[in-house]
């Protein structure tokens, strides 16, 4: 069992369950195979498709030059052959996976015996798609010294503009057994290197240094670029193929990784083997790594809302509670006061309870709100008040233990919020009809908890405020994750989002209550905000919108500012604020000062949205 990155130990695949299983070429009974009389070469292992035409057997003597040495995590060595074949789908490099350290160096001339396996980065049912690789090696080295094969140039020249064949219909999807298609496919143009020894030249960074020691940079400048350096994901078919992500090969102790943020470049060469991974897929492991050239990227300061506008904003803060470290709360604090300019209303997601990830029971945050808005007002801002429901204990997910829950803070200096029978945590809001207006029957209250769709998920948080008069409706969301959805360099084209179909169903909830509020009072102001855990152009969006009844209001910024979040190199929205038919004139602002950052406070940038009601 081989570990694609120090993080995967644990989630990592037996080439023997993939081979029983029929998902890859070969039988188990393969690997009792006869070794091959005929020298094999690596393109041979490697063949013109994802998956070994070997997969399963015994090969001997397999020739190459060491190009890198993995002592890490995933230990092991790449080997590559410096005579190449005439086919460009075939790759000339393999890892040779050895599970202790291994005594070879660069440069070494080797032959190499043992078993040709396909080993799945995540497990089977990750959608991954796997990495060739000979296992349990017999290694004789040849000579030393010698010069590695010329490293093969990645750049915007050499990457198809396309992302990836069509899955095959008759194999569920996958593309595991098409032949590559290099000259056409980003993927298949990846996968034909797959460990062999490539290089980039000066490339800008699209993904922040990570706490993994990983960036990403793509190789593609011009590639939907975002206005302050990074690249936009705006559909399910802008994947950006200039993408790749960037890790060393020399040890953290020995060499620190380079802090880098969005809109840095990473000058000079980076050299090493391609490898696969299930955190981002295609990985250069840099032998020799280019140098970091800090950009001035700054975090950004929103505007300030005048005397009559109303500014309400989100803001996801990562599990805050009372036992993370106070610099945490002041750091927060500060971007409330300073980068969002102290919104009148603030709706956040991830607020744990008051002990954390301590799984006790404990479902009360009073002491995580007090601290925060404590924090808040040390910094120079308002003297927020809050609402909230406390969930069912182990309830709403997240992290186990952490209870998290949306709250509502509000400046009553500027806005007042209307109590009306507060909700508890299995009570369903209402709407009924005052005065000719809508109300909520519960102010805070809860949307239809009891409704299968937020099994395991946070339910939204619906409340009623006024201001200069008029009644505002604020729901706060937290959808459900995109945990288990499939990569985009899944095996999978296009990759299986099973997550989806939890959100549109969570969608379709807080769209029918919305729908009963505007049938109450057509001219309803409403604001539906939070971490929708899904993108403005998704199923997820167009059914919180169904009917008119929502718009989403990052969809006014120019496409080059539509984010709130970056994923392996991807600026993308997950973030949103969207409005009523009566909100028609406002200001959108995504406000970014985290996800572009190698040091954040969050890992989500706050939207805020002023108007006039």
Do not use: C
């Not at 644990?10 to 299983?21: F, K, P, R, S, Y």
């Amino acid at each position: 069992m081989r570990s694609s990155h120090p993080r995967s130990a644990a989630v990592a695949a037996l080439v023997a369950t993939a081979l029983a299983t029929g998902l890859l070429a070969g039988s188990a009974d393969a690997a009792e195979g006869a070794v091959s009389a005929d020298p094999i070469r690596i393109h041979d292992i490697q063949g013109t498709t994802r998956i070994s035409p070997l997969a399963g057997k015994q090969v001997a003597d397999v020739a190459g030059i060491v190009t890198g040495v993995r002592t890490y995590g995933s230990r092991g060595f790449w080997i590559q052959d410096p005579d190449a074949d005439d086919n460009d789908a075939t790759s000339e490099g393999i890892f040779v996976f050895t599970s202790s350290v291994s005594t070879v160096a660069v440069g070494d001339a080797v032959k190499v015996s043992g078993t040709v396996g396909e080993y799945v980065p995540g497990g089977l049912t990750s959608g991954n798609q796997s990495v060739t690789q000979i296992s349990k090696p017999t290694v004789t080295v040849v000579s030393s010294g010698n010069a590695l094969p010329q490293a093969v140039q990645i750049n915007e020249y050499s990457v198809p503009a396309e992302y990836a064949p069509a899955g095959d219909a008759a194999a569920a999807g996958s593309i595991n057994g098409l032949t590559l298609e290099p000259s056409r496919y980003a993927l298949d143009y990846y996968e034909s290197l797959e460990g062999m020894n490539v290089a980039i030249g000066t490339s800008r960074v699209v993904g922040a240094t990570d706490p993994y020691a990983e960036l990403w940079v793509t190789v593609k400048g011009w590639e939907n670029a975002a206005k302050r350096g990074g690249t936009v994901y705006g559909s399910y078919e802008s994947q950006n193929t200039g993408r790749l992500q960037i890790q060393q090969l020399a040890p953290l102790a020995q060499q620190p990784f380079p802090v880098a943020n969005v809109g840095d470049r990473l000058t000079g060469t980076t050299e090493g083997p391609l490898d696969f991974n299930q955190f981002g897929g295609y990985t250069l492991v840099a032998r020799t790594l280019g140098t970091v050239k800090a950009g001035t990227l700054a975090p950004e300061k929103t505007k300030a809302q005048s005397a009559g506008e109303l500014a309400v904003a989100t803001y996801n803060v990562e599990n805050l509670d009372p036992t993370d470290p106070q610099e945490k709360f002041d750091n927060l604090a500060k971007a409330v006061v300073e980068n969002l300019a102290s919104p009148d209303i603030l709706a956040l997601e991830e607020i744990q309870d008051d002990n954390g990830a301590k799984n006790d029971g404990t479902v009360s945050a009073e002491q995580t709100l007090a601290k925060f808005t404590a924090a808040i007002s040390a910094a120079g801002g308002p003297a927020y008040q809050w609402r909230s429901i406390n969930p069912e204990d182990k309830k709403d997910g997240g992290e186990p233990g952490g209870n998290i829950r949306q709250v509502f803070l509000f400046n009553p200096a500027r806005v007042s919020f209307t109590d009306r029978a507060a909700g508890d945590a299995t009570t369903a809001n209402g709407v009924v009809q005052e005065n000719g207006h809508a109300a909520l029957t519960h102010s805070p209250g809860r949307i239809d908890p009891a409704n299968p769709a937020w099994a395991d998920s946070r339910k939204p948080l619906a409340g009623e405020f006024v201001f200069r008069g008029r009644t505002v409706f604020v729901i706060a969301n937290h959808f459900g994750s995109k945990g288990g959805d499939e990569g985009l360099t899944s095996h999978h084209q296009p990759p299986v989002r099973k997550s989806e179909e939890k959100r549109l169903l969570q969608a379709q909830a807080v769209n029918g209550f919305v729908k009963e509020l505007l049938a109450t009072e057509k001219n309803a102001n409403v604001l539906v905000l939070g971490d929708i855990n899904d993108f403005e152009f998704s199923a997820t969006t167009q059914a919180l919108t169904d009917g008119g009844a929502l718009y989403p209001a990052i969809k006014s910024l120019p496409k080059a500012e539509r984010y709130s979040y970056v994923y392996q190199g991807n600026a993308q929205v997950l973030d949103q604020i969207l409005t009523s038919p009566s909100i028609k004139n406002f200001s959108y602002d995504s406000v970014h000062i985290n996800a572009e950052f190698s040091v954040q406070n969050s890992d989500h940038d706050p939207q805020v949205l002023r108007f006039r009601p």
